[in-house]
């Protein structure tokens, strides 16, 4: 099983980015996606989730409006579009995969990727 995260950089504020996390050695389409991220000194937190079922998404309520997840199942990837970014989205990115229908806390993930920096200057 491997995740692989990319997409990440620096960018100001209110710049834009997109990560990618493409996924192998897992059945992509029975598993819900998550991404999470851990700033500096801070416990990793959860961003977003996106369901195997009817793509249905899940955001944190600091994102919500400004980051939208989607997935291509015939990639075997999850997508996170960042907009409006802030510094204090500033942190390491992390990917995951359950195959729980949804899951917003990092218990039910059972694979994770390396995770991808965004740094987000003022």
């Known amino acids: 099983v491997q995740l692989v995260e990319s997409g990440g950089g620096a960018v100001e504020a209110g710049g834009s980015l997109r990560l990618s996390c493409v996924v192998s050695g897992r059945t992509f389409n029975k598993n819900a996606m998550g991404w999470f991220r851990q700033a500096p000194g801070m416990e990793r937190e959860f961003v977003g989730c996106?369901?195997?079922?009817?793509?249905?998404?899940f955001y944190a309520d600091s994102v919500r409006g400004r980051f939208t997840l989607s997935r291509d199942n015939a990639k075997n990837t999850v997508y996170l579009d960042m907009n409006n970014l802030k510094p204090e989205d500033t942190a390491v990115y992390y990917c995951a995969a359950t195959t729980r229908i949804a899951a917003t806390t990092e218990g039910p993930y059972d694979s994770w990727g390396q995770g991808t920096q965004v740094t987000v200057s003022s």
């Open positions: 996106i369901s195997w079922i009817n793509n249905r998404t």
